[in-house]
Nanobody, 124 residues
Framework: QVHLAESGGGLVQAGDSLKLSCATS????????VGWFRQAPGKEREFVAS????????SYADSVKGRFASSRDNAKTTLWLHMNKLRPADTAVYYC?????????????????WGQGTQVTVSS
């Protein structure tokens, strides 16, 4: 079992930056990939970024490419999502998710474990 806990969300203005954290615990040696997703009210959960754990190969959704970036600590227990130049359209609950096999990717079905989410609100 892998446990994930997001934190760092909040209310910011358009153009501001925010850093989200995803703390992992449990059988973290089982993690093959971690993903970031978001869900706005009334919308489906949307892919944000996918990180292959073994070499940190990362891919981003076109909507965040160039504005968002991921990093992690050397112990590979905490992942961060650095969000810059935030827009009102980025308002959503942000989730991190872990996959036990494969390279992650943009599909929610590729991930086995999910955190509880953290709210990000960007005002105009």
């Amino acid at each position: 079992q892998v446990h994930l806990a997001e934190s760092g969300g909040g209310l910011v203005q358009a153009g501001d930056s925010l850093k989200l954290s995803c703390a992992t615990s449990g059988r973290t040696s089982d993690i093959s990939a971690v993903g970031w997703f978001r869900q706005a009210p009334g919308k489906e959960r949307e892919f944000v970024a996918s990180i292959r754990w073994i070499d940190f190969y990362t891919s981003y959704a076109d909507s965040v490419k160039g504005r968002f970036a991921s990093s992690r600590d050397n112990a590979k227990t905490t992942l961060w999502l650095h969000m810059n130049k935030l827009r009102p359209a980025d308002t959503a609950v942000y989730y991190c998710a872990a996959a036990q096999s494969g390279s992650g990717g943009s599909l929610t079905s590729a991930y086995d474990y999910w955190g509880q989410g953290t709210q990000v609100t960007v005002s105009s």
